[in-house]
Structure formats: C-alpha cells, structure tokens
C-alpha cells in the first residue's frame, strides 16, 4: 500500500525532504501485513520474537491470522527499513515463550521512532 509521507511533496518537509520517504519520491510501499505489525506494536510496543533454527528467520506467533510465510519477511523488511526492532537478546520478563521451542534465541520486537512515524502517517492518512 503507497503511503505519501507528506502528501507526496518531500520539498515541504523540514530541511527539503523526509525521513520517512528516504528521498523516494514522497512516498514508500507497505505489504498489508507490514501495516498489520506496526499497528499491533503501536497497540503492544514489545512483542515476544525468537530466531528459527532451522530457518534462521525471525519467528512470531503474535500474528495468529497472517500466512506463517509471510510473518519473517515482514519482520525482516520491517527491521531492515528501521521501523521496528528485533532484539534476539532481549527476551520478555515473565513471557513463557511456549511454542517458541523451533528457536535457540528469544526475545523482543518493538517499534522504533521512525515506525512510530509511519504510524502516525497512516492515521493522518486514514490508510485502513
């Protein structure tokens, strides 16, 4: 889904562009189930995350509804943009982590400061 972080003109930014286009032309592109996990972290800020140990992917249970194939490589385009944290060394206090026993590392995903940012653009946009 395009998502125009400043009504496409990047010029009416502070400093002449936006942060959260990275001088793409106003505008970045989020898969539905990129939108999904930043909504659920804007509601929750820490989720549990362990790494797979067969694929040595980011695995989540978190996301009961989305396609167990497409939840790591969400994560993973999520965090390699910087709108979220995935902190394998970082687990939740009290959090059993069942289900998690495929990973040899448990921790945490939050959302970090431009994800919070992008957030915001999609309420101010009324993206659904």
């Known amino acids: 889904m395009p998502m125009s ?14 942060s959260g ?13 990129e939108i999904d996990i930043l909504r659920e972290l804007a509601v929750c800020p820490f989720l549990p995350v362990g790494l797979n140990s067969r694929t040595g992917e980011p695995f ?9 194939k497409i939840v790591p ?10 709108f979220i944290r995935v902190d394998y060394d970082i687990p939740l206090a009290g959090f059993a982590y069942e ?11 939050a ?10 653009r999609l309420a101010v946009q009324g993206v659904n």
């Not at 972080?5 to 936006?18: H, I, Q, S, V, Y």
């Open 111 to 120: 959302l970090t400061a431009k994800g919070q940012d992008v957030i915001e």
């Open 5 to 18: 972080c400043c009504g496409g003109n990047c010029a009416g930014c502070p400093g002449g562009g936006c």
């Open 73 to 82: 490589l969400a994560l993973s385009v999520l965090e390699k943009r910087g």
């Open 21 to 33: 286009c990275a001088g793409k032309g106003g505008a970045i592109t989020l898969h539905p189930a």
């Open 99 to 109: 289900g998690y026993e495929v990973c040899f590392r448990r921790g945490s995903l």
């Open 60 to 68: 989540c249970l978190e996301f009961p509804d989305m396609d167990e």
